[in-house]
């Protein structure tokens, strides 16, 4: 929706009356202005841009700073462009533009008084980024190791429509099954790849930026950090030495990765005079590249920032019904099967049409089993996960070594089996739906004095530990000759998985929270239990044997 001429002219109005100059409309329509910052005791020429539809905040750029102020400063740009908010932190208020504006203004004078005071440390990545630019290398390490790192061009499509760019990898059978999705292939050549570590943060170089040679790159990160410098120095002269035809520096930072490319340029004949070995590095052209981070721990890490993910886990999840279809997602992009570690999916069942209308799995899958096209399905998502599939029932089946049990089946006595089987090998989580999707719950035992599964049966006979007053009505479908079937839509299964997915979550960082948790969701009703931790029952044929 764009905004009206009376807005717009109000927004011209407050800027001239706070001393700002109308220069016109840039090539991209957008209102330009200048005018003074006040920031550090002094006033600073600026532009101040704005836009017409007064969607977005608007934009500002320092036109002269102090030539005593060091070369690199954070929040602000080569040309000059103050990064005084975060991308999307702030919505713009079109019902109050001239507010808005005058409040912008006041942001940029404070992030430009820190700056120019060095009283700003932190560093934003979309901000280096925007100032960075480059070609998109894809960067899939699963470790910290530094130095020499594999790496290939990808290629996409033919002729003058193919596309070109990095990858980097560690696994480059776990990185093809990846790219294979999109269309990308890496070329069977490989190319030279390093991996430095540095402990500054990245922010452009005021007087030189970009850098577009070899010479040009080193000072600047002689300013950033000498040691990382002189290592990447080190490298690439020996790659040059060494004739390699191009080569990758991937950097990595204390908040983002980033990186170049340079193709070595050697005269066919040799030059007079002579130039060193070090001159003809300095040469050298280099290309700026955005890295962008595809290894399954970044992703997992992205969403759970400070928090464990599930990364080397050996998880197994029996049931792949309508709540362990969704929990088996919910745990993979959590991380689960990454970095050493598995999910396995348990399931003798096949999948069937009645179950399309809230199950993980889709009219594709029909008449298959439905652990081994959640496993599939996952894979698709998420081609670097671990993801294994068992097709018999969990009576039948060797797990092995586990460190989390899920039962997702909602089938009380082959709960009681599992921890009868299991209690004493590994933790074990129940996730159930109460009745026709009135609330959702969910019983973590993972300690020998926590009640099991078979425990909760029993105190809930006694009146105790129960989710209403009154016990869960159930409403059945059809007369029961064609299966037990419980109405319920897939937003309740969603709900279920996710409570599951949390307490997963809380168990692997070593969060100490209540075993039984409910999320009521029928509304009108009281919960009578709230969360807790149900004692074991002694005695418990289940789990005191």
């Excluded at 991937?250 to 040799?270: D, H, K, M, Q, V």
Aim: net charge neutral.
């Amino acid at each position: 929706m764009s905004s009206s001429p009376i807005e717009v002219a109000d927004v011209v109005d407050a800027l001239k009356a706070h001393g700002f100059t109308y220069l016109g409309a840039s090539e991209d329509g957008w209102l330009r202005f200048s005018g003074e910052l006040k920031a550090a005791g002094s006033a600073h020429a600026c532009t101040f841009g704005v836009d017409p539809d007064l969607q977005e905040v608007p934009r500002v750029w320092v036109n002269r700073l102090p030539s005593a102020l060091p070369s690199v400063l954070p929040h602000l740009g080569a040309s000059g462009q103050l990064c005084y908010l975060a991308a999307g932190s702030v919505v713009f208020d079109m019902f109050d533009p001239v507010g808005q504006t005058l409040a912008c203004i006041a942001q940029a004078e404070c992030v430009l008084d820190s700056v120019l005071r060095g009283q700003l440390v932190e560093d934003l990545e979309d901000e280096f980024f925007a100032f960075w630019g480059g070609l998109f290398c894809l960067v899939d390490l699963q470790g910290a190791q530094l130095g020499r790192q594999e790496a290939y061009l990808a290629n996409k499509g033919a002729a003058r429509d193919s596309m070109i760019l990095a990858v980097v990898t560690d696994n480059k059978d776990r990185t093809v099954a990846k790219l294979k999705p999109l269309g990308w292939a890496p070329t069977e050549k490989p190319v030279l790849a390093i991996r430095v570590k540095t402990t500054a943060k990245p922010r452009p170089d005021q007087r030189n930026w970009p850098p577009k040679t070899m010479q040009q790159l080193l000072q600047w990160q002689n300013k950033l950090d000498p040691r990382c410098r002189r290592n990447i120095e080190r490298r690439l002269q020996a790659a040059f030495d060494a004739k390699a035809p191009h080569a990758i520096v991937l950097i990595e930072s204390p908040l983002l990765t980033y990186g170049f490319a340079t193709i070595f340029e050697r005269p066919a004949a040799p030059r007079r005079p002579m130039k060193s070995a070090r001159q003809r590095l300095y040469e050298q052209d280099l290309i700026p590249l955005s890295v962008v981070r595809i290894d399954d721990r970044y992703m997992a890490e992205r969403n759970s920032p400070g928090g464990r993910t599930l990364a080397g886990m050996s998880i197994a999840v029996v049931g792949c019904g309508t709540i362990g279809g969704y929990l088996a997602d919910m745990l993979v992009k959590a991380g689960a099967g990454t970095s050493g570690g598995k999910l396995t999916l348990v399931d003798p069942d096949i999948f069937k049409p009645n179950n399309l209308g809230r199950h993980r799995l889709g009219f594709p899958d029909l008449f298959k089993n439905k652990a081994i096209q959640l496993r599939e399905e996952l894979r698709r998502g998420a081609p670097g996960a671990a993801v294994t599939s068992l097709p018999v029932d969990v009576r039948d089946a060797a797990l092995g070594k586990v460190d989390l049990l899920i039962d997702a089946t909602g089938e009380e006595a082959l709960g009681h089996w599992m921890t009868l089987r299991y209690a004493t090998m590994a933790p074990i989580l129940s996730v159930w739906v109460e009745g026709a999707g009135l609330a959702v719950r969910a019983l973590l035992r993972a300690s020998p004095t926590g009640a099991c599964h078979r425990c909760l049966s029993d105190h809930v006979r006694a009146g105790q530990f129960m989710v209403f007053d009154a016990p869960t009505p159930t409403v059945m479908m059809g007369h029961g000759c064609e299966g037990l079937y419980v109405p319920f839509p897939a937003t309740v299964s969603v709900q279920a998985a996710s409570l599951a997915a949390e307490m997963v979550q809380a168990l692997a960082s070593g969060a100490r929270e209540p075993a039984l948790r409910t999320r009521l969701l029928e509304t009108g009703r009281t919960l009578a239990t709230p969360d807790c931790s149900p004692p074991a029952i002694p005695g418990c044929p289940a789990c005191s044997s």
